[in-house]
């Protein structure tokens, strides 16, 4: 007995090898590309931290994102010329896996609807690090290379089963030899394939025809893309500037395929949740999901922005010899993406008269599955009303996934989105359910005003003045 035991353990572990350890991409330097998020003025007076002075990381990005402005200013007398413009809005992706086909829904609806803002800072973590690459390319462009974006973007998120995504375990418990529920080596070869299918595969029509958007993001001069991370060791969260990222890199296929393999190793590091998929090590460090600290990031980013704003008014005033302008624009529209809902679903649907099953069962995996859903859905939340410490007022509208469940999809009037993912309970990724949710995002772009504003502090500290449903604020006239 005890000879058939081992056999099969050995058999368990053979079959469990492809998932043990982490996933390992080459990149070099890239820890070098981790800049630091800085914290909000509240945040560092409770760390202790100096108050006046301004953090070096958000001059660095304010020069960043202030650089292509000015080049512009420098090379093209018309827009020297030119009355400035207000200043552009930011849009912040959430995490959420499989949920991210509705914010792929609701982006490709507003582009169409031709609603998409013309953002100048996208920010992203998790599923959101993915999704923020096909805006910052063009996912917005009215134009052929647009419509390929968008189209890539909706396949990635449109699996035919899970393993195309992930590899998982068959026997939970095997996720305390090998490290994590499920290994993402499929996702990595998807990501590869959409970003950039000429070097993916090279031989086929569909590979030599499809859009490299690693060399658009490269060449992006508009809009800055953030990928937020966590690098394990410290524990700190950072950000990749992907244009600086892809900066070094050229046009030959052996420079794209290296800058594909550095654009992926951000990417899944920013989308490796610990325990449910395999550690990510980019040239030998590890990196975890950026959503472990925070769901989305805007303090630095915000401030960085203003900054920039300052020194291309420095820069405008210096070529046309005068002084800079005395009042600052208003600040830019934030607009925030929830990749999910916001209540917590129940850990699984209960007949009366029938316990869940994790009033039944007291495994360290399962409550760890549900400690750590309970966790996640309040630092989503947390990160989200954060957004008003480092702006008390003007507009931060945003949509979730919420009412999901009852749902009906438009090509299919028989079912809903939310028994399609009760259904395969334990799933990390629902073809059926994404595809439902991707239906759900569009629905939410074509029937009306999706984005709410965000309650507004008057300057008083007691009192916050909040939006209704339809986006109005009392008193106010609806937002176009």
């Not at 975890?288 to 300052?310: H, I, K, N, P």
């Not at 409550?367 to 989503?380: D, F, K, T």
């Not at 507009?395 to 469940?405: K, T």
Request: charged share 20%.
């Amino acid at each position: 007995m005890r000879r058939i035991l081992t056999i099969l353990l050995m058999g368990l572990s053979l079959g469990s090898c492809a998932m043990k350890g982490a996933l390992k991409l080459d990149c070099a330097n890239f820890a070098t590309f981790i800049h630091p998020i800085e914290l909000a003025p509240l945040e560092r007076q409770i760390r202790a931290l100096d108050l006046e002075t301004l953090p070096p990381a958000q001059r660095e990005l304010a020069n960043r994102l202030a650089a292509a402005e000015i080049a512009r200013l420098r090379d093209d007398p018309v827009f020297l010329a030119a009355r400035p413009a207000p200043e552009r809005p930011v849009l912040l992706l959430s995490g959420g896996g499989q949920w991210g086909a509705f914010g792929v829904g609701l982006m490709n609806q507003l582009v169409e609807n031709r609603q998409f803002p013309d953002f100048a800072v996208v920010t992203g973590v998790s599923t959101g690090a993915l999704q923020s690459l096909f805006v910052g390319a063009g996912l917005d462009r009215q134009d052929g290379e647009g419509a390929a974006i968008r189209q890539a973007l909706a396949a990635a998120y449109s699996p035919a089963r899970e393993s195309d995504i992930v590899d998982r375990e068959g026997l939970q418990a095997m996720a305390a030899i090998n490290g994590a529920l499920a290994n993402l080596k499929p996702l990595r070869r998807r990501f590869e394939q959409h970003i950039c299918p000429a070097i993916y595969d090279p031989k086929s029509p569909a590979g030599r025809a499809g859009t490299c958007i690693v060399r658009t993001l490269r060449d992006a001069k508009g809009r800055k893309v953030l990928l937020g991370l966590i690098e394990a060791n410290s524990g700190e969260f950072g950000y990749i500037d992907v244009q600086e990222l892809l900066a070094p890199y050229g046009d030959g296929a052996a420079d794209l395929a290296r800058a594909t393999q550095c654009l992926a190793g951000a990417a899944l590091a920013s989308a490796a949740v610990p325990v449910f998929y395999q550690q990510v090590r980019v040239d030998g460090k590890t990196y975890y999901d950026g959503g472990v600290r925070q769901s989305v990031f805007l303090a630095s980013v915000a401030d960085a922005q203003r900054l920039a704003g300052a020194l291309v008014r420095k820069e405008r005033a210096r070529l046309l010899g005068r002084q800079p302008e005395g009042a600052a624009p208003v600040p830019g529209e934030i607009y925030v993406i929830r990749n999910g809902p916001t209540w917590l679903p129940p850990d699984q649907p209960v007949m009366p008269g029938y316990p869940a099953d994790i009033d039944t069962h007291a495994d360290a995996l399962r409550a760890a599955q549900r400690s750590e859903a309970i966790m996640v859905n309040q630092l989503e939340i947390g990160a989200i009303a954060a957004l008003r410490l480092s702006r008390p007022g003007g507009a931060i509208w945003f949509v979730s996934a919420d009412g999901y469940r009852n749902y009906t999809p438009t090509y299919d009037a028989g079912t809903r989105c939310g028994p399609l993912k009760e259904a395969a309970r334990g799933a990390m990724f629902v073809p059926a359910f994404m595809r439902c949710m991707m239906d759900y995002g569009r629905n939410r772009a074509t029937g009306g005003e999706p984005w709410v504003d965000l309650c507004h502090y008057d300057g008083t500290e007691t009192r916050a003045v909040c939006g209704r449903p339809d986006g109005t604020m009392p008193g106010a006239v609806g937002r176009r």
